[in-house]
């Protein structure tokens, strides 16, 4: 079945470092999603990337989708505390449901 | 964020207990979703539904009993739970199961403890 795995398991930071998680398919997705999860919480949608090659951001964060669309990436620039949390990638492919990728879990000392 | 809501929000059950698990959502949508969450497997996929038809149920132990009266609501009933068991519990909705672009809202969860 489809894999979706994700790297670095947990990553700790100075604020103000950059961050980069990155996440690989082992099928083609049509689409891939970033969730976020902050500690206590659920996970709460980011963004969804569809195209080959697409790029999107949202102020510091910066998302990637791979020309070959099998792999994805989240970069988050001059991390701040309230960016600490889980973060995970989800890809789909085709019309199949949702995979989760395992998670980076990211802490940013101040 | 209020669109999915799930009741209790913490339980604690003993091995032979039945409880019951609920999750409503005011979205509209016509797919829920039961994944469980723990340090060991970070968001497993339980049961999937659609239209009030189970459409995915990914090899989880019968204990697990998934009902879904409507497109609002789900619930997940449990009954002689393992130590193991215990994770939160999350719901989600999506508009449909299958579309190439949904995306899914989850509630709450809820955080069970088996003794």
């Known amino acids: 079945g489809q894999q979706v795995m994700q790297i670095p398991q947990y990553q700790h930071v100075q604020e103000g470092e950059d961050f980069t998680t990155y996440c690989n398919s082992s099928?083609?997705?049509?689409?891939i999603q970033w969730y976020k999860q902050r500690p206590g919480g659920h996970p709460v949608f980011l963004i969804q990337?569809?195209?080959?090659?697409e790029v999107k951001k949202q102020k510091r964060l910066t998302f990637q989708f791979g020309e070959a669309k099998k792999n994805s990436s989240l970069h988050i620039t001059a991390t701040q505390t309230t960016d600490v949390g889980t973060y995970f990638c989800a890809g789909r492919a085709g019309y199949s449901t949702l995979t989760f990728g395992k998670g980076t879990m990211l802490l940013v000392s101040p | 964020e209020t669109g999915v809501t799930q009741t209790p929000r913490h339980l604690v059950m003993g091995m032979t207990n039945k409880k019951s698990l609920k999750c409503e959502q005011h979205l509209g949508h016509n797919a829920m979703y039961w994944y469980k969450q723990s340090a060991k497997k970070p968001l497993e996929l339980m049961f999937v539904?659609?239209?009030?038809?189970?459409?995915e149920n990914n090899s989880v132990p019968s204990r697990f009993s998934p009902e879904c009266p409507n497109s609002s609501h789900l619930f997940l009933h449990l009954h002689t739970l393992q130590p193991e068991d215990s994770a939160l519990y999350l719901c989600?909705?999506?508009?449909?199961?299958?579309?190439?672009?949904?995306?899914?809202?989850f509630g709450p969860g809820t955080r069970l403890t088996v003794l």
């Open positions: 989600a909705s999506s508009q449909t199961s299958g579309g190439s672009t949904d995306t899914q809202y």
């Open positions: 990337l569809v195209k080959s090659g």
């Open positions: 539904y659609s239209l009030e038809e189970r459409v």
């Open positions: 099928t083609t997705l049509s689409n």
